[in-house]
C-alpha cells in the first residue's frame, strides 16, 4: 500500500519558512498535481517527500511507515525531473539501469526489466545511444524508464514535460496518463501547466504561499473553487472579475449593480450576504455570449487573438480591472474598438465576497 500522508510538514530554510504545516493525505495509486504560482513550495514538498531535503517539523509516511529519518533509496520512491538529469557518458541501456545496478542486482537479472521498460516507452531500439543522440521526448522517456525499472510504489515528477515542445508534451501527457493506470503506482505530479493538471490528476492541491488552498478533483476546483485565489488560478484564460455591490438578493439569485452601470444576477447561495455588500463577480471566458440576452455587459474590443481553434477577444469593461476575455467562435470578426454586447446565464456566474471568500454555487455543473 503506497498512501502517501503528510501530517503537518514544515520546512524551513533558516530564517525562512517555506511550508508552514502541510496536511495531505493521497491515496494508493492515485495521481495527485500540485499547482501553484512559482515560489509557492511546490518543489519544495516534493523533495521533502523524496527526501532531498530533510523535514523541519511534522511526520511522512509511505504506505504507514514513518519515512522521516530514512534516505531517498529506502523510500520506495523514484523522481524524474524537468532536467532529464541523465548521465551523459552512458547509454540508454546503462542510465536505465543505473538504479538497480547501484542495488546489487546482477546484469542477468536486470537486463530483461530494463528490455521489457523499453519497449513500453518505445527506446528499445534506443539502447545504445547515448543521451546526446537522443531527442527531448525520447531523454525524458529514458528519464521515466530509469524510475520505472525500479518499481518504486511512489513516483514523483517535477515539471517533467515543460523543456519539450508543444506537440511532444501532449502525446508524453497521454503516455504518463497510460503508464499510471497500467502501473497502478501513486504518481506526484508537479506542473505549471492548466491542461496536465485538468487532464492528468485524480486530485489537484492549490498550493499559496507555503500552504494548501483548496484540494480536490479537477472539476471541483473548475467549477467549486472556495475563494478568488483558486478561481482565478485554474483556467486559461482566467476567470474574469468583475467589482460592484449587491443590490437584492431572491429566490432566483443574488442581482448584483457593477461598476459602470451594469446589472446582473447569479445564482448562489446568499447565506452570509446583504444588500449594499460589496463583492466580486466571476464569469468564464467560455460562458460569455454575444447572442445571450441576460446578464448583459459590454465592452470596447481591444485585442482579438486567433488560436485556430477558437479566439479569445479581450475587452474594456468599466468594472473589471484589467481586460475581459471572452472565448469566441474561431473565425467571428470583432473589428477592435467596436463596443460588444455579452450575456452570460445566472447559474454560470461565481460571487465572492469582500474576502475573497465564495458563496456557494446553487448549480455548479449547469451547461
Ligand atoms: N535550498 C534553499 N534555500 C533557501 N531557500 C530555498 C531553497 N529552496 C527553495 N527555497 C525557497 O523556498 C521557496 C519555495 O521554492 P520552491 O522551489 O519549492 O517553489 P515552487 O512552487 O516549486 O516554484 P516554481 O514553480 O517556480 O518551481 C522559494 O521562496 C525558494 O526561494
Aim: charged share 20%; with cysteine; hydrophobic share 45%.
Amino acid at each position: 500500500m503506497a498512501t502517501v500522508s503528510l501530517k503537518n510538514i514544515k520546512k524551513r530554510f533558516g530564517d525562512v519558512t517555506t511550508l508552514h504545516g502541510i496536511d495531505l493525505e493521497i491515496n494508493d495509486g492515485e495521481f495527485v498535481v500540485f499547482v501553484g504560482p512559482s515560489g509557492c513550495g511546490k518543489t519544495t514538498l516534493l523533495r521533502t517527500i523524496s527526501g532531498l531535503e530533510d523535514i523541519s517539523e511534522g511526520e511522512l509516511q509511505i504506505g504507514g511507515v514513518r519515512m522521516n529519518e530514512l534516505p531517498p533509496v529506502k523510500r520506495g520512491i523514484a523522481m524524474v525531473f524537468q532536467s532529464y538529469a541523465l548521465y551523459p557518458h552512458m547509454s540508454v541501456f546503462e542510465n536505465m539501469a543505473f538504479g538497480l545496478r547501484l542495488a546489487g542486482m546482477s546484469k542477468k537479472d536486470y537486463t530483461p526489466i530494463v528490455q521489457q521498460v523499453a519497449k513500453v516507452l518505445q527506446l528499445d531500439h534506443l539502447l545504445e545511444r547515448k543521451p546526446k543522440e537522443l531527442s527531448g521526448g525520447q531523454r525524458q522517456r529514458v528519464a521515466i524508464g530509469r524510475a520505472i525499472v525500479q518499481k518504486p510504489e511512489v513516483f514523483l515528477f517535477d515539471e517533467p514535460l515543460s523543456n519539450l515542445d508543444a506537440s511532444l508534451r501532449v502525446q508524453m501527457r497521454i503516455e504518463i496518463a497510460r503508464l499510471h493506470r497500467e502501473l497502478g503506482a501513486t504518481m506526484i505530479y508537479v506542473t505549471h501547466d492548466q491542461v496536465e493538471a485538468m487532464t492528468l490528476a485524480d486530485r489537484i492541491v492549490v498550493f499559496r504561499a507555503g500552504q494548501l488552498e483548496q484540494v480536490g478533483t479537477p472539476t471541483e476546483l473548475y467549477h467549486e473553487p472556495i475563494n478568488l485565489f483558486v478561481a482565478g488560478f485554474l483556467g486559461s484564460p482566467g476567470m474574469n472579475f468583475l467589482s460592484g455591490t449587491i443590490s437584492s438578493i431572491g429566490a432566483d439569485g443574488v442581482q448584483v449593480a457593477l461598476t459602470g452601470n451594469q446589472n446582473v444576477t447569479v445564482l448562489v447561495d446568499a447565506a452570509g450576504a446583504k444588500v449594499g455588500d460589496a463583492v466580486t463577480v466571476g464569469v468564464r471566458p467560455e460562458h460569455l455570449h454575444v447572442d445571450l440576452t441576460s446578464n448583459v455587459l459590454t465592452g470596447n474590443a481591444v485585442v482579438l487573438e486567433r488560436l485556430g481553434d477558437s479566439s479569445v477577444l479581450y475587452l474594456d469593461n468599466a468594472a473589471a480591472k484589467v481586460p475581459m476575455s471572452v472565448r469566441m467562435p474561431a473565425l467571428r470578426h470583432v473589428d477592435i474598438g467596436q463596443r460588444v454586447p455579452l450575456g452570460f446565464k445566472p447559474a454560470h456566474g461565481y460571487l465572492f465576497n469582500a474576502d475573497g471568500k465564495a458563496f456557494r454555487r446553487l448549480d455548479p455543473l449547469a451547461e
